[in-house]
Antibody, heavy 121, light 106 residues
Framework: EVQLLESGGGLVQPGGSLRLSCAAS????????MAWVRQAPGKGLEWVST????????YYADSVKGRFTVSRDNSKNTLHLQMSSLRAEDTAVYYC??????????????WGQGTLVTVSS | DIQMTQSPSSLSASIGDRVTITCRAS??????FNWYQQKPGEAPKLLIY???TLQNGVPSRFSGSGSGTDFTLTISSLQPEDFATYYC?????????FGQGTKLEI
């Protein structure tokens, strides 16, 4: 059974930093790209970042580019999101998700339960 | 960037109703398209991928169609557990843009 467990959320002041982690199990972690998706309180889903299985390629939403860094440790089956220069608008539940690719399509087939990041003074 | 526009934003329906939610992409995305369901306090769940393929375990009352720019999600006979928010998503680009969501209420 695929399991994704996020951690590291909390309250941080504007301009501060936070590192999120996602522990994965139940699948061959290094074979799959992984993603972060966030959801501000009462709002919709926003894709944040994707990293390929080998870490060769990373992608970021314009809203976080230059401030967030995605990484992974395949030896520990763990995904990370390093967030810096945090703003109030980064307040959200952050989900990690496993990327699947089937034939000519792809998406997020498993999600963690999310971790809440609150940016406030 | 590709924009995804869902309609309606909210929808009131009753048990047993047939409902349809639509999503339009700002450019052609072939069938690189997914639907997700999210219930309050829960993570999203993949319902349909590739525009029309049901994810394992999803009831057959859910169906998806479309290609190019216009897509639909249909629930043939609403059940109590179907009241949730539904999101469309393009997977044609590397940005995986979501629609704004459709809240399905009783």
């Amino acid at each position: 059974e695929v399991q994704l467990l996020e951690s590291g959320g909390g309250l941080v002041q504007p301009g501060g930093s936070l590192r999120l982690s996602c522990a994965a199990s139940g699948f061959t972690f290094n074979n799959y790209a992984m993603a972060w998706v966030r959801q501000a309180p009462g709002k919709g889903l926003e894709w944040v970042s994707t990293i390929t299985g080998t870490s060769f390629t990373t992608y970021y939403a314009d809203s976080v580019k230059g401030r967030f860094t995605v990484s992974r440790d395949n030896s520990k089956n763990t995904l990370h999101l390093q967030m810096s220069s945090l703003r109030a608008e980064d307040t959200a539940v952050y989900y990690c998700a496993k990327v699947f690719i089937v034939a000519s399509t792809r998406g997020f087939d498993h999600w963690g339960q999310g971790t809440l990041v609150t940016v406030s003074s | 960037d590709i924009q995804m526009t869902q309609s309606p934003s909210s929808l009131s329906a009753s048990i047993g109703d047939r409902v349809t939610i639509t999503c339009r992409a700002s450019q052609a995305i072939s069938r690189y398209f997914n639907w997700y369901q999210q219930k309050p306090g829960e993570a999203p769940k993949l319902l349909i991928y590739g525009a029309s393929t049901l994810q394992n375990g999803v009831p057959s009352r859910f169906s998806g169609s479309g290609s190019g720019t216009d897509f639909t999600l249909t629930i043939s006979s609403l059940q109590p557990e179907d009241f949730a928010t539904y999101y469309c998503q393009e997977s044609y680009s590397t940005l995986y843009t979501f629609g704004q969501g459709t809240k399905l209420e009783i």
